[in-house]
């Protein structure tokens, strides 16, 4: 691997994971580990895990490894809680020279039952970290040991990250969790009934899609795991189905369910107009009850009605305007790419850290000419991209937000850290609010690309 220059923004290694749509037929690598030096926006396997579990708030969460690890906290997600916030509290082995020669389970077996003394969880969930995988600590004995003399389901965790990226880590917290599905009871459940699986509740998103779910006569057995609660998710299958939104980081738990309750499920998407709609109407499809679909159809007039007069204000002045994604999961980026087309606006470059094959053909297949389809990029790459389509605003977390004000570009926080709720109909009044003022503000005209160019001009 050669080093990179400024003029060379693109590893000889990736350019199969780059594909600018309309210069060659489609093929696009993925999947693959990250590129070693090439700083990588992907995380470990113990981050994937982490993201997917620590929303569960009535929940302890241990992390069995040294301080440093313990910085993927709560708020790397800022999962929003009903009632509990056990989920907010981090807690560490904080594992030390002598641990790491002798072994450190003695460790782990007084921090789980001091914290579990103190704390009274539902549960416990117990993260292995690299060293831990190293040094060969036997987390499954000590989390049964512990389980047996408190009465709790304590699971281990095994989230080592050296052993892959951060999709290793969304299936080793599907293995964590499958281990409590099916040990609650079921009585009571309605027919008519759904698992949400893949929502975050990052700004209390996940109250906007039960209440229309609630509207459509559907009763929501679990949140898994925006707002989850243990209990709900022991009984999670007796649910007729699950809608599984964040595909890549509990698609397996749902695929796992199938096989073994035999629980259905559908792939939706709560952003923007078309997605939310459709995704509301493939529910009711699914319990093939008239009066749902009547009552679905209603719902989604009544919200329309309140949402494109508001919408036509920001079309004819982000008509042209250019865009730029990049999400964790391409399934996301599916729906943005719509909602800007909504808007007038033109998508230039769209990227994923875990998009997979048929992610990237799907993409490939809704954008236009000349977009620009990366996988797993890198500050350097995407930097470079940005310049050159001159985009207007990009979409991005919270890693990505240093490259737009760097290069005087707009910015749209689309993951982890943001306030404002961008799912459901009124989610799609409040992202094209946001674009809007953030598309429109005279402070652009101020940085150096704008000036730079309108001197030339």
Known sequence: MRIKTMSEPVFSERAGQIHRKGEAPFAMECNKDSLAGAVSQRACVFCGSRVVLYPIADALHLVHGPIGCAAYTWDIRGALSSGPELHRLSFSTDLQEMDVIFGAETKLYRALTELIDRHHPKA???????????????LEAVCRKVSDEKGIPVLPVQSEGFKGNKRAGYNAACQAMFRLV?????????????????????????WIIRDYFKRMGIEVVANITGDGRVDDIRRAHGAALNVVQCS??????????????????????????????????????FFNDPEMMERTREL?????????????EFQQALAGKKAAIYVGGAFKAFSLVKAFRLLGMQVVLVGSQTGTQEDYQELHDITDDGTIIVDDSNPLELSSFLKEQDVDIFVGGVKERPIAFKLGVGFCDHNHERKEAL??????????????NTVMSPVWRFVPRKSEAGAKG
């Not at 989604?300 to 036509?312: A, I, T």
């Open 423 to 436: 799912e459901g109909f009124v989610g799609m009044l409040n992202f094209a609010q946001e674009v809007y």
């Open 248 to 285: 890549g980081a509990t698609m397996d738990l749902a695929k796992m369910m199938e096989e073994k309750y035999g629980t259905a499920h559908l792939r939706v998407s709560y952003f923007g107009v078309e997605d939310m709609a459709e995704s509301l109407y493939a529910v009711a499809r």
């Open 300 to 312: 989604v007039r009544e919200e329309l009605s309140v949402l494109y007069p508001r919408l036509r």
């Open 182 to 206: 099916g040990t609650g009871d079921t009585s009571g459940i309605s027919k008519k009934s759904l698992n949400i699986l893949g929502d975050f509740n990052l700004a209390g998103e996940i």
């Open 124 to 138: 416990a969930f117990v993260y292995s970290t690299c060293i831990v995988g190293i040094i060969g600590d036997d």
